[in-house]
């Protein structure tokens, strides 16, 4: 379950590489391209720390849909692209994990192609 789990001293930290083929799209807010997500989970309890780790996930999840979305080719007949219904769900998840954890919001500022 805790792929993402990363251990530095006895403190943890949610750790996700971002995949190859998104690195240009995915930039930093100083504009760099991202390779990684890392935040601090700012505990050392193991249970806490599997509790606060399902909002990140989620969260670059949907910064991966949104990538893949934003790359993808143009719809042959013109129509405008529709958000998938993966990225809503996830999208609509986090925001009740974040409302139910008790645990602060996941901030990333992320700028997609």
Request: net charge neutral; hydrophobic share 30%; with cysteine.
């Amino acid at each position: 379950m805790c792929s993402y789990l990363d251990q530095a001293d006895s403190t943890y930290y949610f750790r996700r590489a971002v995949p190859q083929d998104f690195i240009r799209c995915l930039k930093t807010e100083t504009g760099k391209s991202r390779t990684e997500w890392k935040w601090n989970l700012r505990t050392k309890d193991r249970e806490t720390t599997e509790r606060l780790l399902r909002p990140h996930e989620v969260e670059t999840d949907v910064l991966i849909d949104n990538a893949r979305e934003a790359i993808a080719p143009a719809p042959v007949d013109g129509a405008e692209r529709v958000e998938s219904a993966s990225a809503t769900n996830k999208r609509e998840r986090l925001e009740q994990l974040q409302l139910g954890s008790g645990c602060r919001a996941p901030s990333v500022s992320e700028t997609v192609c």
